[in-house]
């Protein structure tokens, strides 16, 4: 596709639940980045890769949350256990280094009740 | 203190106004600012990306950088009513990570 995609766009999970988020970039885009924004917030760091490998982590909240991108494509948000403060959308950015743009999907909203 | 801080608004203005958004930051490690654009249940988009400090313009919008004051502004000249959305300022060092203002929610009316 033409942008960066973003399943499932709704998920609504009940507390403790695992969830999975999914993120396919722009084609030949290296770089990708998550990040969480809650109602009224700007978009908050989580975690960017460059290819297959996390570069910087230090945005992940707790050991609840995790991602990965195998073969430095698609990536996935794991969460575990999840709590209604989860609640929030995640989105997924991708970018080719050094540009400073980043190309935003529409997001993944997460409700935990 | 947040690291970038930016007024939420809401800001309400008439069609044709100049608008003026604005964001401080307290890392002058940065060295890249940007403004996006977010409609509702959108991701944001790229408005604009400076690196120095100065001015710079495209069509409607003018990005302007203080960095001796660590202020960043964004103008929108003859506003109308398709610029309704949330202005979110952005900052970066290197090839790090971008932090985002909270984003301010600006709405024009026509």
């Known amino acids: 596709g033409a942008g960066v995609s973003q399943t499932p766009s709704n998920k609504v999970t009940e507390k403790g639940k695992y969830v999975e988020l999914r993120c396919d970039p722009i084609s030949g885009h290296t770089a990708l980045y998550w990040y969480r924004q809650s109602l009224g917030q700007g978009p908050e760091f989580l975690i960017y890769f460059q290819g297959t490998g996390a570069a910087d982590d230090s945005g992940l909240p707790n050991d609840r949350f995790f991602a990965v991108r195998p073969e430095g494509s698609v990536s996935t948000l794991k969460i575990q256990r999840t709590e209604r403060g989860d609640s929030a959308v995640y989105l997924c950015?991708?970018?080719?280094?050094?540009?400073?743009?980043?190309?935003f999907g529409e997001g993944s909203r997460l409700t935990v009740l | 203190q947040k690291e970038v801080e930016q007024d939420p608004g809401p800001l309400s203005v008439p069609e044709g106004a100049i608008v003026s958004l604005n964001c401080t930051y307290s890392?002058?490690?940065?060295?890249?600012f940007m403004w996006y654009r977010q409609y509702s249940r959108k991701g944001p988009e790229l408005l604009m990306y400076?690196?120095?400090?100065g001015n710079k313009e495209d069509g409607r919008f003018t990005a302007q950088v203080d960095k001796s004051s660590k202020y960043i502004s964004l103008f929108i000249r003859d506003s109308q009513p398709s610029d309704s959305a949330t202005y979110l300022c952005a900052m970066q060092f290197g090839n790090e990570k971008l932090t985002f203002g909270t984003g301010t929610r600006l709405t024009i009316i026509p």
């Open positions: 400076t690196y120095s400090s």
């Open positions: 890392n002058s490690a940065f060295q890249y």
């Open positions: 950015a991708s970018s080719q280094p050094g540009t400073g743009e980043l190309f």
